[in-house]
């Protein structure tokens, strides 16, 4: 059951409320008037009328203003596969928060004479370290591909998870952030050994 059906049960149960809590109270009114007389049942009936239209009432524009909110949603794109297109969207932006970086340092001319340290990227780490990590938390946030490598223990994976917070160290202490880069070399290197 998708959302607009749950909307359209919700309708109908709303209704049927409004004119169940209307008949007892129109039972009740009529229960009373009859242990009052013949004088009060004439009063009673007009009440009970008038609860009935109120009801009626009530029913048919809550109903009338549901349809319109369920249009207005369809027509905002809130379908069945918002859901879907929701995280594919969320993930692209993920994606192009890596992007600066990734290019800085796949493009860095001295990286394969240093054995992959890219100091322009280095250098770089500095501006980007909290748009690509910001990144890297949405995408392991969507990706499922991403979290099974975080289950099975991947090893780079892991070690951009563990070094996030690094990104956020407040600005006076900038070598946190070129450290961040340093470190996950250093340790990446260690790695290749093991």
């Known amino acids: 059951m998708g959302l607009f059906d749950d909307i ?5 149960n709303t209704a049927n409320d409004i004119k169940d809590t209307a008949e007892d109270v129109g039972g009740f009114v009529e229960d009373t008037a009859k242990n009052v007389g013949k004088f009060a049942n004439k009063n009673v009936n007009k009440i009970r009328k008038g609860i009935k239209q109120g009801e009626t009432f009530i029913r048919k524009g809550v109903k009338r203003t549901l349809v319109k909110t369920e249009k207005g949603l369809k027509k905002a794109g809130f379908n069945k596969n918002f859901g879907r297109d929701f995280k594919k969207g969320f993930l692209m932006g993920a994606q ?21 340290f890219s100091p322009l990227g280095l250098a770089a780490s ?10 890297f938390l949405e995408e392991l946030s969507v990706n499922p591909e991403l979290q099974q490598k975080v289950r099975d223990g991947d090893f780079q994976t892991i070690l951009d998870l563990s070094l996030s917070p690094l990104a956020f160290m407040p600005t006076g202490s900038a070598g946190a952030k070129g450290g961040k880069k340093a470190l996950k070399v250093a340790v990446k290197n260690v790695g290749r050994f093991f």
């Open 96 to 116: 192009a928060l890596q992007k600066p970086q990734a290019w800085i340092d796949s493009h860095d001319p001295t990286a394969p004479y240093l054995g992959g």
């Open 8 to 12: 359209g049960s919700f309708v109908k």
């Open 126 to 135: 500095f501006g980007l370290s909290p748009l690509t990590t910001i990144g």
